[in-house]
């Protein structure tokens, strides 16, 4: 079992969840907006794919920092700090 990526899950879902407790009119909004493109009164956008084939490439060396500095993070995670969030 991959437990890194089940913790970045429920911390994506706790902040979530935390931010809709905060602001329930924006939650409404957020329903609402779904299901108007649900009903085909809306569109849903522009596809995420597209919007990353515009955005310019980056350069390996940026790519390596990210992934690094996530890996650090996760590392330096301790199970109680897990359990605090």
């Known amino acids: 079992m ?7 899950f429920l911390t994506s ?6 931010r809709a407790a905060q602001d329930r009119e924006d ?8 299901e108007q493109i649900r009903s085909g009164q809306r569109s849903s956008g522009t596809p ?3 919007i990353l084939a515009r955005r ?4 390996p060396s940026c790519r390596r920092a990210s992934s690094s500095i996530i890996v650090v993070k996760r590392a330096s995670r301790s199970p109680s700090a897990r359990r605090a969030v």
């Open 48 to 50: 995420p794919a597209e």
């Open 27 to 34: 939650r409404q909004r957020m329903h609402d907006e779904a």
């Open 13 to 18: 879902w706790w902040r979530i969840a935390a």
């Open 56 to 59: 310019p490439p980056q350069p």
């Open 2 to 8: 991959n437990l890194a990526a089940l913790d970045d």
